[in-house]
């Protein structure tokens, strides 16, 4: 076995935290913890898992939940794709009968990709399959000090070979979950801890004083800026809510009524192109911005009120009338949208 890759896998064993999807290898847990984790710290997670489990504490459970439950259970998580998906691969588990084992079956599963597949194979069924995420990316290329930008897919096939040509043979779940923590915890970012780091004595980048230039990572482009108006329209204690169209960002969720524009006089002739009825703006209320991974929403809000007494043209937009409750109890509101009243 790769020196390495013994160092990295005793240092596992003897400081893996303790964190609650780690009792068991149940591939259900497994999975529902993975899908958290994606793009969301373990700090943020902890408690969403617990309740999760609370809710749903088998894979029939979650299969057999209304989307609403979920999504609300899900609130405040963000990337709500995620909860949906979940739902739709539980109900496909349960019909399937079991939980697949093989990577190229867990893939076929609503929302699973590539990395998802790998851990789930690997910690659940020992299968000796790569699962390489950002942190994995970081770890290796510093390991073998390599040049190539990671945000390049050529970067993560040449990663996959290495750990494929080093794979430790049984050991499948503590080599993938070592290589996550070490990233998470020491090979980190900005100022890796090189001097507590396990396979230091093996890192080239260590070796080579260029820990803190690798790895090549080329810079994305700005995010692009959306601005927006949002509507609070209230009538008898309830307010005005819209839901998405399914194929969009966020979409499913519900929403206030909001026009891709910053000019109020805009508005009229925007919503009853959006949504069949025109709104009128009354009052100012602030502003609020939410990034999203690619776009970021300038949000100016405004109270308004519907222009006549028409309702909504049914075949324009899905909508209802929430009061407090619902909004807290019942309704999946997404953070960018929480923002707004706080």
Known sequence: MNRWVTDLLDWYKNVKRPLPWRETQE????????????QTRIEAVMGYYQRFMEAFPDVQAL????????????????YYSRAKNLHKAAQEIVMRGSFPDQKEEIQKLPGIGDYTAGAIAAIAFGKEETAIDGN?????????????????????????????????????????????????????????????????????????????????RIPKTKKKTEERIVLLVEEQGRIL???????????GLWEYPNVLTADPARVPALTQEKYGMQLKIQEYVGEVEHVFTH????????????????????????????????????????????????
């Open 63 to 78: 299969a057999q939940a209304p989307l609403e439950q979920v999504l609300k259970l899900w609130e405040g998580l963000g």
């Open 136 to 216: 994995v990316m970081r770890v290796v290329s510093r390991i073998y000090a390599l040049e190539d930008d990671i945000l390049l897919p050529a970067s993560r096939k040449k990663v996959k070979e290495i750990l494929e040509g080093v794979y430790p043979s049984g050991e499948a779940g503590n080599f993938v979950q070592g290589l996550m923590e070490l990233g998470e915890l020491i090979c980190i970012p900005k100022a890796p801890k090189c001097e507590i780091c396990p396979v230091q004595e093996e890192c080239k980048a260590k070796t080579e004083g260029r820990q803190s230039v690798l790895p090549v």
């Open 241 to 251: 809510l819209t839901k998405r169209p399914e194929k969009m960002l966020l979409g």
């Open 27 to 38: 591939a259900y847990r497994v999975w529902i913890s993975e899908i958290m984790l994606q």
């Open 295 to 342: 776009v970021r929403w300038k949000m100016r809000v405004y109270k308004a009120q519907k222009k006549d007494a028409a309702g909504f043209a049914a075949a324009r937009r899905e909508y209802k009338w929430a009061d407090e409750k619902q909004l807290k109890e019942e309704v999946m509101l997404p953070t960018a949208f929480k923002k707004i009243i706080g």
